[in-house]
């Protein structure tokens, strides 16, 4: 099952101001990668997920996830973007 994908024609890099996970403000300069995750895995990505573990989620769902955001920046730092 595919959990999530990235749209290489929209990442691009960028210096932007945000608001972090924490509300924590910061100017960032970076590559800001576009993932989209189907509709129909996100109840299932949230009930294997446990945000009070260090070890959630399992192998299963982060790896599919890491790897999308992964091949998406190698590609583009590769010029393939």
């Known amino acids: 099952m595919t959990y999530s994908y990235a749209d290489q ?9 945000i ?3 924490h509300d924590a403000r910061a ?3 970076g590559v800001m990668i576009p993932v989209i995750i189907p509709a129909d895995v996100v109840a299932e990505l949230l009930a ?4 009070t573990s260090s070890t959630s989620p ?3 769902y982060s ?9 998406a920046l ?3 730092s590769e010029g393939g973007g």
């Open 58 to 60: 399992v192998v299963a």
């Open 27 to 29: 100017d960032v300069s």
């Open 48 to 51: 294997n997920y446990d945000d």
């Open 19 to 21: 608001i972090d996970e």
């Open 9 to 17: 024609t929209q990442i691009q890099t960028v210096n932007v101001s």
């Open 74 to 76: 190698k590609r583009f």
């Open 63 to 71: 790896r599919p996830l890491a790897r999308t955001l992964l091949d």
